[in-house]
């Protein structure tokens, strides 16, 4: 029998016939299980005459029946046609009748045909990776700032340059029922600070600590803060100290603070070293996702709708595992609109799809393996996260059968690696 191909080239449907007998011979054995199991009045348990079990139990038999069958020559037709199926069947046009065979359709998904083009032509950047001394100078003041102390200041009040220690109320001037109220207490603000709103400097500056000031704010339409942004408060600010800022001198001392220098030179290397990682990390990042995006539009397939809706399923589990990390609740995870949040994860979800296909080809044209020492430096990095013993690590990874997943994204992983050190 030949497999129907539907609208799309990812769309399989076929016929399939289960003969007279294996229904018979299912129908038979499920009797006989039926027999042992069921209570019926006036019969000893497991003497219950089959006719008796076939009448009473109809319906729930041939149930019974079909659930057995249909998976077992499912598998068995799809095997035969060569076809391997992506997706759960939908089983439609079920007819079966006591004494006759199952007759079914079935409509699934297949992996399409995949022949990757044109990779080997691909070219993403590979910029020189620089740090200069001024960038190393602002991570280290950086540093210092961190290592700042503030001493209270008692005999005068605020001017430029000081620390006002303050509670503050803020009312939005507008009625606006998104828009909330601010309350913050023993926040520090700088007088005078380039990040200070000139209304605080402008008010603050002159008062005693134990004094309250009130005044309007009003944000630029480009505030950092949305909640702010365009909006006028009234606030209520009491000063509860004053301080000033020292920061420690940049020496040898300094160095020997931070754990593990002794010199403000090894300090100097050791954020150097770590800015430029950073960036060759990015720039490394950035140009294979490019080189993605290429290989994708030089090479557009169909992609099976299972495939991207269960990346769709990744994608949310990680967003809402990373949202419950940072305390939101259940309750409010449940007001969330599922239906939404899945089509807005839609366009990425297939672009993830599509490119894990694309690199499984590329490792299968330059055969690209995983050894057995990478999968086992993967389960020692797992052990090492969650504190577990490797042993334990690798029997939940064999049961959840996701030793396999980890060896499928290593293997892309060196794919992509490989694309990108021949793009250069």
């Known amino acids: 029998m030949t497999p129907t191909e539907t609208t799309t080239d990812t769309k399989r449907e076929i016929e399939v016939q289960v003969p007279a007998e294996e229904v018979s011979r299912e129908t038979d054995a499920l009797i006989q299980k039926y ?4 209570r019926i009045p006036g019969f000893r348990r497991g003497h219950v005459p089959a006719s008796i079990i076939r009448q009473r139990f109809s319906q729930d038999i041939q149930n019974d029946v079909i659930d057995a069958l249909v998976p077992k020559y499912f598998r068995k037709e799809t095997e035969r046609l060569g076809l391997y199926p992506v997706s759960q069947p939908r089983v439609t046009d079920l007819h079966s009748h006591e004494g006759e065979g199952l007759h079914f359709k079935a409509t699934f998904e297949v992996m399409p045909e995949i022949k990757v083009e044109g990779y080997k032509e691909l070219r993403a950047d590979h910029p020189e990776i620089t740090v200069t001394d001024e960038e190393v100078e602002q991570s280290l003041n950086a540093l210092r700032e961190q290592k700042a102390t503030f001493s209270p200041v008692k005999v005068r009040a605020i001017e430029e340059g000081d620390y006002a220690q303050v509670s503050l109320d803020g009312t939005p001037n507008q009625e606006d029922p998104n828009t909330k109220p601010v309350h913050m207490d023993d926040v520090l603000v700088e007088i005078g600070g380039k990040n200070t709103m000139p209304e605080f400097t402008e008010n603050l ?9 009130t005044f309007d704010v009003t944000y630029p339409e480009d505030f950092s803060d949305e909640r702010l942004r365009g909006k006028v408060f009234s606030y209520k600010v009491k000063v509860n100290a ?3 800022k020292s920061l420690p001198e940049l020496n040898d001392d300094f160095a020997k603070e931070l754990g593990e220098f002794t010199t403000l ?27 993605l995006s290429d290989l994708i539009r030089r090479n557009e397939f169909q992609v099976p709708e299972a495939l991207v809706e269960h990346q769709i399923d990744i994608r949310l589990e990680r967003g809402l595992r990373a949202l419950a990390a940072q305390g939101l609740s259940q309750e409010h995870m449940k007001k969330m609109d599922l239906p939404r949040l899945r089509a807005g ?14 690199l499984e080809k590329i490792a299968d044209e330059e055969k690209i393996e995983v050894g057995d020492e990478e999968i086992n430096r993967e389960i020692e990095a ?17 049961r959840d059968g996701a030793l396999d997943r980890i060896r499928n994204r290593i293997r892309n992983e060196k794919a992509l690696e490989f694309l990108y050190r021949q793009s250069a």
Do not use: F, H, P
Not at 206 to 211: K, L, R
């Open 382 to 398: 797992l052990a090492t996260q969650t504190n577990q013993t490797a042993d334990a690590i690798r029997a939940r990874l064999t």
């Open 35 to 38: 027999q042992k199991l069921a």
């Open 242 to 244: 004053i301080k000033t």
């Open 265 to 291: 030179d090894e300090v100097r290397k050791r954020l150097r070293e770590g800015m430029e990682q950073d960036r060759r990390t990015t720039a490394e990042r950035e140009a294979k996702d490019k080189l």
């Open 205 to 213: 500056t002159g008062a005693n600590a134990g004094e309250e000031r």
């Open 345 to 358: 994860q839609r366009d990425q979800a297939l672009q993830e799809v599509k490119a894990s296909l694309l």
